[in-house]
């Protein structure tokens, strides 16, 4: 009977075809991942806003005896001063205890600090994320539109004001 000496272990065309099979299926999940990562941070930013919108009015309502109920197709910030975190924070958590809201959020989902204004009488409220670019286009124009925009495009500013966003991520990216 004669023996044959085999060796175990893979040959170079079995561990060639692995690792292509690899990255081809990392190829198209990173993409999906990624997506998924800024979508999260997203919405993370868009609850943190609506909080923060209904404890700021809340704290208005009490304090000013005053509520936006806006529903203006155009807003502008020439006449809202904007306030620091300290500031807010004061407001909303003046004896370092739940208050108004248990925490006050400094910065978005990016990590983009968020911009905070109202205006002489408390009237209209303000909050701004500058989205993933950290620019403020939107937050930072005297007057703009309220909108919506792709929920793809993490780059856009999104705006809480006077009660509910005017400027915010939408499915479809029309007109509310």
Known sequence: MLKVNRQKGFSLLELL???????????????????????????????????????????????????????????????????????????????????????VPQVDGWAKPLRYAHDPNYIALFVCSPGRDGTYAQCGASEFEVGSFLVTDYDQDIIWAEGYFVRYPNRLGVQP
Do not use: C
Request: hydrophobic share 45%.
């Open 17 to 103: 075809i692995v690792t292509a099979i690899i990255g081809l299926v990392a190829s198209i999940l990173v993409p999906n991942l990624l997506d998924a990562l800024q979508k999260a941070r997203q919405k993370r930013t868009l609850t943190e806003m609506r909080g923060l919108g209904t404890a700021w009015m809340s704290w208005m309502t009490d304090r000013h005896s005053s509520a936006s109920a806006g529903a203006a197709k155009t807003y502008s910030t020439a006449g809202l001063t904007f306030i620091g975190y300290a500031t807010l924070e004061a407001y909303l958590r003046p004896t370092n205890t739940f208050f108004y809201a248990q925490t």
